[in-house]
């Protein structure tokens, strides 16, 4: 075979093993970007198939959204009642990272309203932190390294191959991220106790780019006639009590950025010390349990049934 025509076989050869892989992954779908309306769930980079979930899966599918970093990462939406609501929550995400969804899922025009978790940590610093919220991803789905270990996380948490370090069940299709089944001998109480001693606090600092980037998330939302509802996440008692002057000074500062037609909830107020004072509303230092979740999805749930 001469070298010219071995390139080109080489070349049809590959051509067509591109396009068969491609095929058989446009086929599947896994981030429901082409085709359908098929439930989805998260099984591995969570950055990754949040965002591509945002092009079609979340704004065809759900009536509401919450969007936050880790701290309402948790909340499971399927408690919320009367809505079908996605949580789009992205462990260690801020506000410019969590826009990337936000464009996506107002661009449909069909969300009714927007939960935005106010954590410090959302507002901290600016800026893309990972390649992995990247307008490049969407071909990704067609063939990439990140796909073949999504396929390969999917058949693990799928049959349950392994369980301590890959939770079976750690995602469903409404976005909830149960990351509590993959943390082990956590001690809540001693672990807001140490820090308490230590005088170890989350940094309340806001960067002045993080929050007019917030701000204007805001006015997209009101823009497109998305209902704004959101609230300062819980934080220990003890720990928010003495550092209270710094926390004080970040919800006064967010706080301006919403209007009387929005709803903001302070899960921090002393009518809720009940939920920040028990250990047992926590996992660790801040990530609510269970119990924790229930008090904030029932606030939640009681706001979006004025909303009806």
Same mark, same amino acid.
């Given at each position: 075979?001469?070298? /010219?025509?071995?390139?080109?076989?080489?070349?049809?050869?590959?051509?067509?093993?591109?396009?068969?892989?491609?095929? *058989?992954?446009?086929?599947?779908?896994?981030?429901?970007? +082409?085709?359908?309306?098929?439930?989805?769930?998260?099984?591995?980079? %969570?950055?990754?198939?949040?965002?591509?979930?945002? +092009?079609?899966?979340?704004?065809?599918? +759900?009536?509401?959204?919450?969007?936050?970093?880790?701290?309402?990462?948790?909340?499971?939406?399927?408690?919320?009642?009367?809505?079908?609501?996605?949580?789009?929550?992205?462990?260690?995400?801020?506000?410019?990272?969590?826009?990337?969804?936000?464009?996506?899922?107002?661009?449909?025009?069909?969300?009714?309203?927007?939960?935005?978790?106010?954590?410090?940590?959302?507002?901290?610093?600016?800026?893309?932190?990972?390649?992995?919220?990247?307008?490049? %991803?969407?071909?990704?789905?067609?063939?990439?390294?990140?796909?073949?270990?999504?396929?390969?996380?999917?058949?693990?948490?799928?049959?349950?191959?392994?369980?301590?370090?890959?939770? !079976?069940?750690?995602?469903?299709?409404?976005?909830?991220?149960? +990351?509590?089944?993959?943390?082990?001998? *956590?001690?809540?109480?001693?672990?807001?106790? !140490?820090?308490? *001693?230590?005088?170890?606090?989350?940094?309340?600092?806001?960067?002045?780019?993080?929050?007019?980037?917030?701000?204007?998330?805001?006015?997209?939302?009101?823009?497109?006639?998305?209902?704004?509802?959101?609230?300062?996440?819980?934080?220990?008692?003890?720990?928010? !009590?003495?550092?209270?002057?710094?926390?004080?000074?970040?919800?006064?500062?967010?706080?301006?950025?919403?209007?009387?037609?929005?709803?903001?909830?302070?899960?921090?107020?002393?009518?809720?010390?009940?939920?920040?004072?028990?250990?047992?509303?926590?996992?660790?230092?801040?990530?609510?349990?269970?119990?924790?979740? /229930?008090?904030?999805?029932?606030?939640?749930?009681?706001?979006?049934?004025?909303?009806?």
């Amino acid at each position: 075979m001469s070298n /010219k025509k071995f390139l080109l076989t080489y070349i049809v050869v590959t051509f067509f093993a591109v396009a068969l892989i491609a095929g *058989i992954n446009y086929y599947i779908d896994i981030y429901g970007l +082409f085709r359908g309306k098929k439930e989805r769930k998260v099984y591995i980079n %969570e950055h990754t198939t949040k965002y591509l979930f945002s +092009f079609r899966y979340i704004p065809e599918n +759900f009536d509401g959204v919450i969007f936050g970093p880790s701290l309402s990462d948790n909340l499971n939406p399927q408690e919320l009642k009367g809505f079908n609501v996605y949580n789009a929550s992205i462990m260690g995400v801020n506000i410019s990272e969590l826009d990337y969804l936000v464009d996506n899922i107002v661009a449909k025009g069909h969300i009714k309203f927007a939960i935005i978790c106010l954590s410090p940590y959302l507002t901290k610093d600016h800026g893309n932190k990972s390649a992995n919220i990247n307008p490049k %991803e969407y071909y990704g789905a067609l063939g990439s390294t990140n796909l073949l270990r999504t396929y390969l996380l999917y058949f693990i948490r799928k049959y349950n191959l392994a369980p301590y370090r890959y939770a !079976q069940n750690i995602s469903n299709a409404n976005g909830w991220n149960n +990351f509590e089944l993959e943390m082990h001998n *956590i001690d809540p109480k001693d672990s807001i106790e !140490q820090r308490a *001693i230590r005088k170890e606090f989350d940094s309340t600092r806001i960067d002045p780019v993080a929050y007019e980037e917030l701000k204007n998330t805001i006015i997209k939302f009101r823009q497109h006639d998305i209902k704004v509802i959101a609230y300062f996440t819980p934080v220990p008692y003890q720990l928010y !009590q003495l550092n209270i002057d710094n926390n004080n000074k970040f919800v006064d500062s967010i706080s301006a950025l919403f209007g009387k037609n929005d709803v903001l909830l302070n899960f921090n107020d002393e009518k809720y010390k009940f939920l920040n004072d028990d250990y047992n509303s926590f996992i660790d230092h801040g990530h609510l349990s269970a119990s924790g979740q /229930k008090v904030v999805l029932q606030v939640l749930d009681s706001a979006l049934e004025r909303m009806k």
